[in-house]
Nanobody, 126 residues
Framework: QVQLVESGGGSVQAGGSLRLSCAVS????????LGWFRQAPGKEREGVAV????????FYFDSVKGRFAITQDNAKNTVYLQMNSLKPEDTAMYYC???????????????????WGQGTQVTVSS
């Protein structure tokens, strides 16, 4: 049974930092795509960052490039999202997602992912 458990959300002021964690269990950790998505009230879920565990390739949505970093710790079966220079528009529920393959299409499409966590809230105040 695959489980994704997010943690690390919270409230910060603009310009601050947070690190989100996603603990992955019941899943073959090699050659998978692990992603972070977010959804603000009234908006569609959007991709933020994705890592392919097979070779460590990373992908970032334009709005977070240079500010966010996705990393993996194979020993802990955990993927992280380091978020720096946070802006009020980053406020959203953040979700971890997983697919047991390398995604060949649009990596930021939620439909490409098979497993989802429950989410962790990030609130950035101005």
């Amino acid at each position: 049974q695959v489980q994704l458990v997010e943690s690390g959300g919270g409230s910060v002021q603009a310009g601050g930092s947070l690190r989100l964690s996603c603990a992955v269990s019941g899943f073959t950790y090699m050659r998978n795509s692990l992603g972070w998505f977010r959804q603000a009230p009234g908006k569609e879920r959007e991709g933020v960052a994705v890592i392919y565990t097979g070779d460590g390739s990373t992908f970032y949505f334009d709005s977070v490039k240079g500010r966010f970093a996705i990393t993996q710790d194979n020993a802990k079966n955990t993927v992280y999202l380091q978020m720096n220079s946070l802006k009020p528009e980053d406020t959203a529920m953040y979700y971890c997602a997983a697919a047991n393959r390398r995604i060949l299409g649009w990596v930021f499409s939620p439909r490409n992912y098979d497993y989802w966590g429950q989410g962790t809230q990030v609130t950035v105040s101005s």
